[in-house]
């Protein structure tokens, strides 16, 4: 369970919730240009976009969470059970989904760049090894002008416009796209008399009265639909603190509090971690469930130039 969130009020922002029961190993890890980027079955990238994002370092492999790329493109990884399919379709180029972040942030600056890469690659059944099994995803792209949602299924890789710029999890994005019309009357103004209240000279018991049906369960389709409104109802304030925050805000509606969601398994989903990246300045910020305060990573305060990964908890 996770949402994910791309908005433009003036730098580009992306944002996302990590929901997760088991606890999660996580790090900030900045790719410089000339680190090379392995891969199972093609060879490696030896220079490429400097990276920065969310993820862990296995055998010395970058496995990000979501990223970007100091050309302005940004993806993230969400969950995708019962829809995610790999190994189908075709693609000269086989890149495994673990890989895929790094494969399309070495080479791409741009969606438009992406969907080009995309249109010659297939995704493989390939886990990364015995201990990190293979996970059923799905992806938002973002650059400042546009969005992009790929799904692995069953006929190859499906590309979507995503205008509203958010993600969530299951079902399909058509089947998401589909529901959200059905909230097409929600507005943060006050609702304009009907029928009825005209009839009998009602006036509104609340504020608030026009969000009245917006869904506040912690569904995946629930989660998307508050993304899409409190994203295109957003007022920005004029500095970057104050937009950071506003980011915060806007994916806090869409968390989920500690005891809320309970897995078959037994175990309890949360946010373990919400970031919001700067991706036009470079900067990502990110806070942890029990801390309040985020921390700050600036990508262009590394050493671009450097060929090894690195690892770093910001300021």
Known sequence: ??????????????????????????????????????????RSLDRHYAILGMGRQEEGCPLYYEAMNEGGL???????????QYGTGEGEEEIAPFELIPWLLGQCASVGDAVA????????????????????????????ERSLVLEP?????????????????????????????????????????????????LTALSRGLGSFGLPGELSSPARLVRAA???AASRWPEKEEGRVSHMFHLLAACSL??????SPEGEWDYTQYTSCM??????????????????????????????????????
């Open 117 to 144: 890469l995309l249109r010659r690659t297939r995704l493989t059944e390939e886990p990364f090894s015995s201990r990190v099994p293979l996970t059923p995803l799905h992806f938002l792209l973002s650059d400042r």
């Open 153 to 201: 299924v069953e006929s190859g890789l499906r590309l979507h416009e995503a205008p509203a710029g958010v993600l969530t999890n299951s079902p399909d994005y058509d089947w998401q796209m589909t529901h959200l019309r059905t909230f097409l009357p929600l507005d943060p103004e006050e609702p304009r008399p009907g029928r009825l209240a005209r009839q009998l000279k």
């Open 74 to 84: 940004a993806v993230a990884a969400l969950n995708f059970p019962g829809w995610a």
């Open 1 to 42: 369970m996770c949402t994910a969130i791309s908005l433009t009020p003036s730098d580009h922002y992306f944002g996302r919730t990590m929901d997760l029961a088991p606890p999660l190993e996580g790090r900030i890890l900045i790719l410089p240009r000339n680190c090379p980027i392995s891969f199972c079955r093609r």
């Open 229 to 231: 409104y409190f994203s």
């Open 257 to 262: 509090p500690m005891g809320s969601v309970r």
């Open 278 to 315: 700067n991706v036009s300045r470079g900067i990502c910020y990110y806070k942890w469930y029990d801390k309040l305060s985020p921390r700050k990573v600036d990508l262009f305060k590394a050493d671009l130039e450097d060929s090894r990964l690195l690892e770093t908890e910001g300021d």
